[in-house]
């Protein structure tokens, strides 16, 4: 059964209840969780607003908890309709399939106008150091100031089924210049007891050298195949292969004197590139950072107008492996050997 807030003011003549009020905008409610997301919970760090997909839809909010995992935050004023529902699995299914490096660039493009990176924001907000491994696994969550009882037995239904998604509602009270929030969650746990009671349904894998191997064989994309082999086999002969934790298969390329990871490939041909400013330990030296980044800037995987000390973390680059000519992949290796192999 839908849940009913009501709310009573304690004067000398007894108890007055206060009349629910509507709040006047859904930006007003979504203002208000970016500011405070304690609002719903204690363990959720804001990292990023308005959020595009790849099929052009924005998320309200998305947050990080303090395992790492992403939580949807979907904002509806009134009641939640179906289509609201069919949104965040949408949204759900986009974020699913999102690595570690994409979360990073979220999150810094975010953070940064705040001053900050997501590794530092993590630490303040969390008192601990950022996952290497971020969305093992993720939650969605409907926020509304009503919910219509159909809505409600479709939530416990898909997270009585092992899909993390809830609901919350708010309820808006005035007293005179008095203002009064109040909350409930649908499934009436803590989000931080969920992340400590549940079972990630995905965890990392850490890519070996035979585990890549085996599954460079399974690419169809011949190109991205070739590609990615020629590249794996350069980075063991030049020793900057380095493993790496996540969902999807993929490995990284170090910095043979620091060790530091600064370039990971996905199989699915996406090349990131770590230089910012939270990065910059990684390099023996900042000439040799930018350097870096010149060369990335020539080959057009990165933008002419990037400010290196404007990125925190990094940036995912402009073309895919396979997108490449195959004079940009042999400049691409050339440039690689040049400037980790240091």
Request: glycine share 4%; aromatic share 8%.
């Amino acid at each position: 059964m839908p849940k009913e807030i009501r709310l009573w003011k304690v004067t000398d003549e007894g108890f007055e209840e206060l009349k629910r009020n509507m709040i006047n905008r859904e930006e007003t409610l979504h203002d208000w969780l970016e500011q405070d997301i304690s609002l719903i919970s204690d363990d959720l760090l804001v990292i990023g607003r308005e959020v595009l997909t790849d099929f052009g839809k924005s998320i309200d909010l998305l947050c990080l908890n303090s395992n790492g995992d992403v939580v949807i935050i979907e904002l509806k004023r009134d009641k939640a309709p179906r289509d609201v529902m069919a949104q965040i699995l949408e949204y759900g299914s986009w974020v699913d399939d999102l690595p570690s490096e994409r979360i990073l660039e979220i999150a810094n493009d975010y953070l940064q106008k705040k001053g900050m990176s997501l590794e530092e924001a993590f630490q303040q907000k969390f008192r601990a150091p950022l996952p290497e491994y971020l969305n093992g696994s993720h939650k969605m969550l409907i926020v509304t100031s009503e919910l219509d009882a159909q809505t409600e037995r479709v939530l416990n239904y898909l997270s009585e089924h092992d899909i993390d998604i809830n609901a919350v509602t708010f309820s808006y009270f005035r007293d005179g210049n008095n203002e009064y929030m109040a909350r409930v969650l649908l499934i009436p746990e803590s989000m931080k007891e969920m992340v400590r009671t549940s079972t990630k349904k995905v965890s990392g894998t850490l890519w070996t050298l035979e585990l890549l191997k085996e599954q460079i064989e399974k690419i169809p994309n011949e190109i991205l195949r070739i590609r990615l082999s020629e590249t794996l086999n350069f980075a063991v002969a030049k020793n900057i292969f380095a493993e790496s934790l996540s969902k999807e298969p993929q490995f990284c390329l170090s910095v043979k004197s620091t060790g530091g990871k600064v370039f990971s490939i996905s199989f699915n041909g996406s090349l990131y590139a770590f230089f910012g400013l939270n990065e910059a330990k990684k390099y023996p030296t900042n000439e040799t950072r930018q350097r870096f980044v010149n060369d990335l800037k020539r080959l057009n995987l990165l933008s002419q107008d990037i400010n290196l000390d404007d990125i925190k973390s990094g940036k995912i680059l402009e073309k895919r492996l396979d997108e490449l000519t195959d004079s940009e992949f042999a400049d691409l290796l050339k440039s690689l050997e040049r400037d980790l192999i240091v």
